[in-house]
Structure formats: structure tokens, C-alpha cells
């Protein structure tokens, strides 16, 4: 069973979860409108492990008898001024998002809610990982900076990317 305030604060998450997913979407419709298909298959991808991550939240207040309750998504920002401008915001935003999963920790370990505590062990591990791949984006656009070849090679690696449902193990 959760308490109100821990109920509460998971609902918020799916809130900030689908927003994650609505940025990167909207980011996808920015690299598609430059013609970087590559960068706009990673985002699209992003979106779809976001709305994974959404779920994840729903399921779990749910096994523990909690209630699920839906919020408006904000309206994310439409434009960018460059590539590297996009990613720098993707990594500011997963900051985000990491430092919104150590206050549910936080929270969690403040209510003694060990069940709850334990599920957000994997976020937290996902968080890591978040930041250090939108990070090494960042790293590898600031080198090529404008150059149209690097920037295309990149689109190329980053158009790889395939959703891949994320495991109840580990990220
Ligand atoms: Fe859900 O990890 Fe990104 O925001």
C-alpha cells in the first residue's frame, strides 16, 4: 500500500515521464524538418522508451493498490537552433529527471517504503545511463561542431538506433 504523498509523487513522474516523451517527439519533428533522419529515428526512440517509462510507473502504483490519476502534458519547445543545441537540451533534461528520481528515492526512504525504494533502484540505474549517452551526443557534436561531414556521419550511427522495450531487470 502507498501512503498519499508517495501516491502522489509517482503520479507527478508519469506526468514528467510522457512530457520526456512529448520533448523528444518534438525534437524528432525538428531533425526531421533539417533533414537529419538519423537523429530524428534516435529521438523517436527516446520518445517511445520514455512512454516505457511512463508505464513502468502507472503498473507499479497499480500492484500496490495505488491510484492512477492523468495530467495535462506541457507543451515542450518546438525549435532549436542547432543540432548540438537540441542534444545540450536533452542532457539538461535528463539531469532533470535524475534529480526528480533522488527526491522520489528521498521520499521513499523518508516513509520507510522499502517496495518503493527498491522499484526506483532501476531509474536510478537508467538515469545513469541516460545522461552518459545524451552526454557522449553532446561530446561528439561539439567536435564535429558545423562540419557537414561529421554531423552526417553521425546522423548515419545515430539512425541505427532501435527500440528495444526496456527489461523489468535492469536498463
Ligand atoms: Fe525517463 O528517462 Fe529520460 O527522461
Given at each position: 500500500m502507498l501512503c498519499s504523498k508517495m501516491e502522489e509523487a509517482l503520479n507527478s513522474q508519469i506526468n514528467a515521464e510522457y512530457y520526456s516523451s512529448y520533448l523528444y517527439l518534438s525534437m524528432a519533428a525538428y531533425f526531421d524538418s533539417i533533414n537529419l533522419v538519423g537523429m530524428a529515428n534516435w529521438m523517436r526512440v527516446q520518445a517511445q522508451e520514455e512512454m516505457a517509462h511512463a508505464m513502468k510507473f502507472f503498473d507499479f502504483i497499480a500492484e500496490r493498490s495505488g491510484r492512477v490519476t492523468l495530467a495535462s502534458i506541457d507543451a515542450p519547445p518546438n525549435?532549436?537552433?542547432?543540432p548540438l543545441a537540441a542534444f545540450e537540451d536533452a542532457l539538461a533534461h535528463e539531469r532533470h529527471i535524475s534529480s526528480r528520481i533522488n527526491k522520489l528515492v528521498d521520499l521513499a526512504l523518508a516513509e520507510s517504503d522499502h517496495a518503493t525504494n527498491n522499484f526506483l533502484q532501476w531509474f536510478v540505474a537508467e538515469q545513469v545511463e541516460e545522461e552518459a549517452t545524451a552526454d557522449g551526443i553532446v561530446q561528439q557534436l561539439r567536435l564535429v561542431k558545423d562540419a557537414p561531414g561529421g554531423v552526417f556521419l553521425l546522423d548515419r550511427e545515430l539512425g541505427q538506433r532501435t527500440f528495444v522495450p526496456p527489461s523489468a531487470a535492469g536498463p
Amino acid at each position: 500500500m502507498l501512503c498519499s504523498k508517495m501516491e502522489e509523487a509517482l503520479n507527478s513522474q508519469i506526468n514528467a515521464e510522457y512530457y520526456s516523451s512529448y520533448l523528444y517527439l518534438s525534437m524528432a519533428a525538428y531533425f526531421d524538418s533539417i533533414n537529419l533522419v538519423g537523429m530524428a529515428n534516435w529521438m523517436r526512440v527516446q520518445a517511445q522508451e520514455e512512454m516505457a517509462h511512463a508505464m513502468k510507473f502507472f503498473d507499479f502504483i497499480a500492484e500496490r493498490s495505488g491510484r492512477v490519476t492523468l495530467a495535462s502534458i506541457d507543451a515542450p519547445p518546438n525549435e532549436w537552433a542547432s543540432p548540438l543545441a537540441a542534444f545540450e537540451d536533452a542532457l539538461a533534461h535528463e539531469r532533470h529527471i535524475s534529480s526528480r528520481i533522488n527526491k522520489l528515492v528521498d521520499l521513499a526512504l523518508a516513509e520507510s517504503d522499502h517496495a518503493t525504494n527498491n522499484f526506483l533502484q532501476w531509474f536510478v540505474a537508467e538515469q545513469v545511463e541516460e545522461e552518459a549517452t545524451a552526454d557522449g551526443i553532446v561530446q561528439q557534436l561539439r567536435l564535429v561542431k558545423d562540419a557537414p561531414g561529421g554531423v552526417f556521419l553521425l546522423d548515419r550511427e545515430l539512425g541505427q538506433r532501435t527500440f528495444v522495450p526496456p527489461s523489468a531487470a535492469g536498463p
